[in-house]
């Protein structure tokens, strides 16, 4: 089968691979239906994700047709339409049992890399490192779903693949980042990052009570998605000074709720931009805290600060003192997808949710390698793209 | 075998008290830390050099940087005498009522299939999978209490002798069982069979962590995680004889 897979930083190919075949008693074959590439797939493109191997496939935003079950799989058959989540879950330790998917017990066969560098192992997940499982991921013709029997969630008949596509991923991670932030009647929401995953934290944000969100990005064409949305406000980053906006704009109080939905790539502005950017070349600092340290300033006393934007090492310079000072909740972690699907699909479905307007490109998935490029460099107004094996 | 069983058997029931620390100042620690880590890489990066046909200095430098690392890693038994017996530990909880999760360890045979550590008569000698060199024995339960508590111990002739026991406890509210497993040893080898075995310490630690993983995760999820087999744009991987070996093992436990 084709396959995307990656070959090293800012080195990704079409490659022909083997079929994947079920190897356990719970696994699924998925034929794949559509596959998108995440914010997130850029920081193993750009080398920001540890063990990586050359040659591993990528993806892990897809849906697809069942075409084959394993013996112990009974609730799903051939030919059923299934969107799967990205992190992988077994259904039956405590954490799965306590509602939290994403940190499964059983998932990751590299466990012992995780534990090493986090003390432990969240769950696995599909096309994201070998310490996070080395599962081949989705944006290939075929894709191997391990407990398939709790993960993949069945599309009702009639509703189209881009519609669902992104319960994947970046709407019940969007979601769950609003959901984290504990928002209340009368609360201003800022959003760091306008992509998509920020886009859905903005509409999740909105469905959940906020009486505003201020939405803060610096590419036209991620502001104008949200430009238009009733009550929300956009800030430029490099045109405004974004702790003072945000102060004026809440009368002086600071925005309630912050949600970083950027992570360990994120961009600033001056000497901390310099600083971030030295310090992760040289490898004192693995990720760029820029955002995080920004909004654990701008966040109001006794608010929340929700991180759905991915971070995987060290930082510095956080200012844990604001934190502290200001009696902050920090809310973060992977998206504990199994939790939230269900009820997204209903939220889809009444059509509370727009889950299309970000994207932005429609490629066969041949062209995949291109459009990593494209997605990374931002050209041609890339907000989404979605791959068509 | 000289090491008393009951030492073991009292100590494995005694975890409340946790055995005494070996007592190393931070700078020794960080002295051995460094001849390991240094020596081993001196060691192999002049191995590799001399595999692809480097000078007699390379010679020289692997033999320095081997010698570095074994300083490091042994703890001066090298002065001679009994090399002490090694103790490994490690632990999993496991989300069933304790009896389940006894039975499932002890297996439908009756007998303890512990991965790194399991012995059967009727398996005739074990060999410890992912290890670099061939280690088998015979062994026998000496001790067991239902559902609490299984003491092992290799019979004289083995490779390895050894003394094994594993703790089930209930674990809080929800959370299942405890299963805490002790593995006592004496190296082989005399004094570099000590030192060996020291370096080798994370590497046994993980194999045990390991089986402990696979053993929680088959016995809750009906399933151990992998990846062996899957499509990648690489040639095969060597996987490494040891994976046939617990494939079979996990058929067992699965159906426990």
Known sequence: ??????????????????????????????????????????????????????????????????????????????????????????????????????????????????????????????????????????????????????????????????QVLFLSDILPTGYQAAAQADIRDGDTVAVWGCGPVGYFAIQSALLLGAERVIAIDRFPERLSLVRGMEGVEVIDYEKTHVLETLRELTGGRGPDRCIDAVGLEAHGTGLMEVYDRVKQAVRLE?????????????????????????????????????????????????????????????????????????????????????????FRDKEDQCTKVVLRP | MHYSTTDLARDSRGWEQPSKPVSLSRLDTALRAAAIVGGGALAISALGRLMGGGSPRDGVWAALGGALAVGGASDFSLRGGEPRTRRLEASVTVGLPRDEVYRRFRGEGGLPRFGLFTHAQDRGPQRVPGLPVNVSWEGDVVEEEEGRRLVWASRDEADVVHVGAVVFRDAPERRGTEVHVILDFRPPGGALGAAASKALRPVLDELMRRDLRRFKALSEAGEAPTTEGQPSARRAEDEGAWRAELDARDDDWRTA
């Open chain 1, 286 to 374: 693995t990720d760029r805290a820029y955002v995080l340290r920004q909004a654990l300033m701008a966040c109001r006393k006794g608010g929340t600060v929700s991180i759905p934007g991915v971070y995987g090492g060290l930082i510095d310079k956080v200012p844990i003192g604001a934190a502290f000072g200001k009696g902050l909740t920090l809310r973060m972690g992977q998206t504990h997808m199994h939790r939230w699907m269900r009820p997204l699909l209903e939220r889809i479905q009444a059509g509370e949710i727009d889950t299309t307007s970000v994207i932005s490109h429609r490629l066969p998935l041949e062209e995949g390698p291109g459009a990593y490029r494209m």
């Open chain 1, 1 to 162: 089968m084709k396959a995307i897979c990656w070959h090293g930083k800012g080195d990704v190919r079409l490659d022909r691979v083997p079929d994947p075949t079920i190897l356990n008693p719970h696994d699924a074959i998925v034929s794949v239906t559509a596959t998108a590439i995440c914010g997130s797939d850029l920081h193993l493109y750009d080398g920001y994700i540890p063990t990586m191997k050359e040659g591993d496939i990528l993806g892990h935003e897809f849906m697809g047709e069942v075409v084959e079950v394993g013996a112990e799989v009974r609730n799903l058959k051939r030919g059923d339409k299934v969107v799967v989540p990205f992190t992988i879950a077994c259904g039956h330790c405590f954490y799965c049992k306590d509602d939290l998917w994403s940190l499964c017990d059983n998932s990751n066969p590299n466990a012992w890399m995780a534990e090493k560098l986090w003390g432990y192992s969240p769950s696995g997940l599909f096309g994201y490192s070998h310490m996070l499982g080395g599962y081949a991921g989705g944006q290939a013709e075929y894709v191997r779903v391990p407990f398939a029997d709790v993960g993949p969630l069945k599309v009702p008949e009639g509703l189209p693949d881009e």
